[in-house]
């Protein structure tokens, strides 16, 4: 069992600026099931990309299977057989399965279709794949198509295997089924290696765990040897004291004052039907539900991010009509979008245009900022909310997801918004990031700004809201508030409410 | 600290020389070939009080090229899309400067002034038609700007009632040749007052950002109170002007308005600039100094081809070739490549004198 079939030993890779890997070791079992885990910028892609030939390593040695190798492109390391599977899915919807599993392979000149179908069919069903070799891949679902994709690099004479964030699209159902797939070929002996952000799959399915943290190796564990707790540690870097120390505030008692914002029978063109909503100041709620029950459809018609079809809005108890997300905005509301490189990032602009947009926007066409009090707004609140980056005019795309995120959430910051919206703003960052905005949401809140937290994971809700609103197939069915609001009270309420 | 904060602000300003490496260095490839042809090519003679010479011509001939590429630039940034009609609106708003001009009686400079208005706002009407189309009904602004590709010279040739009116007056020939007393063409001057506005523009409103946060994410821009159909409709508006601009400077150059041929496929050049200037063609970001250089390198391109003394009937095949050449060597994939070798060579024996000069731009500090 303990044979390498990767070994890489004082890996390091510099960029101008950063030192992105300093001396790593890692190494690799066969049917091993291997987790690499840290923060955003702890150096994790830098060192697949090393793997997978993407860069080249500036000093240390790679073997493989007990030979020094260098590679010099990704196709010499896919040739070796490592095969990666990235987080969005590169394949050809509107193509057959079989033909997304063979198709540019170079296996033939001209395709022949029933012996592809056979054989995609035949492998389909060892690994247990649920899908017809004919049937289309746009009509299979998320995880379904993961492991298609899976399928056809491991069909690559594949020995090891690289999984980058595989599951941070799927339920939880389909992550069993990923799960069971990678369980099938750790027997045939694939070493796999796991990148992810969820602590709880890491111990479902690893071996091994090896934590990086800003491009140093900090160890490599066996999965059952280390407590959970140790391991977040162990990637923040710090005591598990600082999560600990997120308490809610104290729900605020509903007739203490008028209203921040105040909502009857609001609804828009996204479906969802007509809801109540009211938040104080200093206040911090979340709708919480399902996927589908219209939490973030509701957080969009208080934004009129979606158009707006009725109800009426008062802000501070004065009736204000929000048409528009300028509207929304000049009235004193952010709204950080669910879906941060569709409708958050600018991927081009630099990080100084991605921070200062929503104030310019709110000044005015006609009244730049002028350059110096962009840099200093923007140097401002990359300290403040400390935003890895190697300049303010890095476009934002070169920054890792969490790091995106804060810059976002330094663009409606610097609007000094009364009331502003969080949707989603922890999914896909990194554990250390996460509790950094949850502490940050309190501490808002702490200045009297009101705020409403949406996430799918409830115990970062349960941790932040003091009211908790649920919601069920776009209706509102019920609130939860105090501090000893449990997880399964807010099951109980969903499932519960559509009776 | 300070050193790493200096090593960040070089990177940066070198990150926007590589932008205008292309058009710059292509324009420097021209110009060594004209003084191989010729060591004479800087040479400029007065006559009657006035410059003329390869330098002044080129600035001359590419005034209408600039003006539009300009309008190109901010169309394909916004809308993600070309204004392949731009050659046909010009003739359509300078035939209404030329039908303005010819009843206005007795030709004033307040007769010429007017009839510039006039045919600014016939550009603003067309812009409206072109961003109504683009921005409310979603058309593809190449598929929008198609129909006055194909109807515009119809239409200009309808106002002017007759083949090429002819503009004879002497306000007209001043503004397309030489005031007298000024030493520098009209059109020049023109061109540069245009750009100095359109600079002027850029520095004094959220244009640029807006504009490409439009063309790079529409939904992000929306969520941030910005109205990418409003944008949109802007740039078709700002482009309606230029058009206005490249019109009137054209017709009063030739003296007539030939609605058959006035500026005839400059649409081509126009999106050729944007694109030699670095831009991309899918919008966002974007450089107007960038497609004025690449508007400049096409009109020095043409001329360098006559200087060459190649035969008209071949100069296209001879521009395409060459173009073919410039875009593959701006292309990605190249550039790509081009960036992994000057790195080798940086980290390799020249890095030490890179950092041996570093520390030299502090003490400068």
């Known amino acids: ?499 | 600290m300070q050193r790493s904060e200096i090593h960040l602000g070089l990177k940066a300003h070198l990150y926007h020389l590589s932008n205008l490496f292309l058009p710059l260095s292509v324009l420097v490839l021209l110009i060594v070939i004209n003084l191989i042809k010729g060591a004479d090519y800087f040479s400029f003679t007065m006559v009657k009080g006035a410059f003329y010479g390869n330098i002044p011509n080129i600035l001359f001939g590419a005034s209408e090229l600039v003006i539009l590429s300009i309008g190109m630039t901010l169309v394909t940034a916004a809308s993600r899309g070309q204004d392949i009609g731009i050659g046909e609106a010009a003739t359509i708003s300078s035939a209404v400067f030329v039908w303005f001009v010819l009843n206005a009686g007795e030709v004033t400079l307040l007769t010429i002034v007017a009839a510039f208005l006039l045919s600014c706002v016939v550009g603003l009407v067309i812009g409206v038609f072109n961003g109504t189309l683009v921005s409310i009904f979603r058309v593809q602004p190449m598929v929008a700007t198609l129909i006055l590709f194909m109807g515009g010279r119809s239409i200009a040739f309808m106002i002017d009632g007759k083949l090429s009116p002819i503009l004879a007056n002497d306000i007209s020939n001043q503004i397309g040749t030489v005031i007298p007393g000024v030493p520098i063409q009209t059109p020049i001057i023109l061109t540069v007052v245009f750009i100095a506005i359109v600079a002027v523009v850029l520095k004094t409103t959220n244009l640029r950002l807006y504009v490409e946060s439009v063309g790079i994410n529409p939904n992000a821009a929306r969520l941030m109170g910005i109205n990418p159909k409003k944008i949109i409709f802007l740039t078709f508006l700002i482009m309606g002007i230029c058009t206005a601009v490249a019109g009137f400077i054209a017709v009063n150059k030739a003296g007539r308005h030939d609605s058959v041929n006035l500026l005839k496929f400059i649409m081509m050049d126009a999106i050729l600039a944007v694109a030699i200037g670095g831009n991309s063609l899918r919008g966002g970001k974007f450089s107007i100094t960038g497609s004025i250089i690449g508007a400049y390198t096409i009109e020095i391109l043409n001329r360098t081809m006559l200087r060459l003394e190649i035969e008209t009937e071949t100069i296209k095949a001879f521009k395409a070739v060459f173009i073919i050449i410039l875009m593959v060597v701006g292309s990605p994939v190249v550039r790509v490549f081009a960036g992994k070798v000057i790195n080798r060579v940086r980290t390799g024996r020249f890095r030490s004198v890179l950092k041996r000069s570093a520390p030299k731009s502090v003490k400068e500090e």
């Open chain 1, 1 to 499: 069992m303990s044979e390498n079939i990767l070994k890489m030993e004082g890996i390091s890779k510099s960029f101008p600026g950063v030192k992105a890997l300093d001396n790593v070791d890692f190494a690799l079992q066969k049917g091993d099931i291997h987790a690499l885990v840290g923060e955003n910028g702890a150096g994790k892609s830098t060192l697949i990309k090393v793997i997978t030939g993407v860069y080249e390593e500036d000093a240390g040695r790679i073997a493989l299977n007990g030979r020094p190798i260098h590679f010099k492109s990704p196709k010499e390391a896919q040739n070796m057989g490592i095969s990666t599977v990235y987080q969005e899915i590169a394949l050809c919807p509107n193509l057959t399965v079989a033909e997304n599993m063979f198709i540019g392979r170079g296996q033939y000149t001209f395709v022949q279709w029933k012996q592809m179908n056979e054989k995609a069919a035949q492998m389909l069903d060892s690994l247990g794949i649920p899908a017809r070799p004919t049937q289309e891949l746009s009509s299979c679902s998320l995880a379904v198509q993961q492991m298609i994709a899976i399928a056809r690099a491991v069909d690559m004479d594949c020995k090891i295997l690289i999984l980058d964030e595989p599951t941070s699209s799927l339920d939880e159902d389909e992550v069993k089924k990923l799960f069971d797939l990678m369980r099938e070929l750790k027997s045939r002996g694939v070493g796999i290696i796991f990148i992810t952000h969820f602590i709880d799959q890491v111990y479902e399915i690893s071996d091994k765990i090896t934590v990086l943290r800003n491009g140093a190796l900090i160890g490599e564990y066996q999965a059952s040897a280390l407590p959970q707790i140790e391991l977040i540690s162990k990637m923040m870097g710090k005591a598990l004291s600082d999560v600990s120390k997120i308490k809610k505030h104290e729900p605020l008692k509903s007739d203490s004052s008028v209203p921040v914002y105040e909502a009857t029978a609001l609804s828009s063109a996204a479906g969802v039907r007509p809801f109540d909503f009211i938040i104080q100041k200093g206040e911090v709620n979340g709708f919480v539900g399902l996927i589908g029950s219209g939490r973030s459809e509701s957080a969009r018609a208080i934004f009129a991010a979606d158009k707006v079809t009725g109800g009426e809005v008062k802000m501070k108890g004065k009736k204000v009509k929000i048409k528009s997300p300028l509207n929304a905005m000049k009235q004193g509301i952010g709204y950080l979008p669910e879906d941060r490189k569709g409708d958050g990032i600018i991927a081009e602009l630099s990080v100084r245009d991605n921070i200062i947009l929503a104030l310019q926007v709110m000044k005015g066409f006609f009244r730049p900022l002028s350059r110096k009090q962009a840099e200093e707004f923007s140097n401002q609140y990359i300290q403040k909310l400390s935003i890895k980056t190697p300049s303010i005019n890095t476009p934002i795309a070169s920054l890792s997801g969490g790091n995106q995120q804060k810059v976002i959430l330094a663009r409606w910051l610097l609007t000094h918004p009364m009331y502003l919206i969080l949707d989603e703003p922890t999914r896909g960052i990194d554990v250390g990031t996460k509790v950094e905005i949850q502490k940050l949401v309190l501490e808002l809140a702490e200045e009297g700004m009101s705020l409403t937290f949406i996430s799918s994971e409830i115990d970062e809700m349960l941790r932040t809201c003091s009211r908790i609103i649920v919601m069920k197939d776009r209706e509102i069915v019920g609130e939860l508030s105090g501090m000893d609001v449990t997880e399964h009270d807010v099951m109980h309420m969903i499932a519960r409410g559509g009776e």
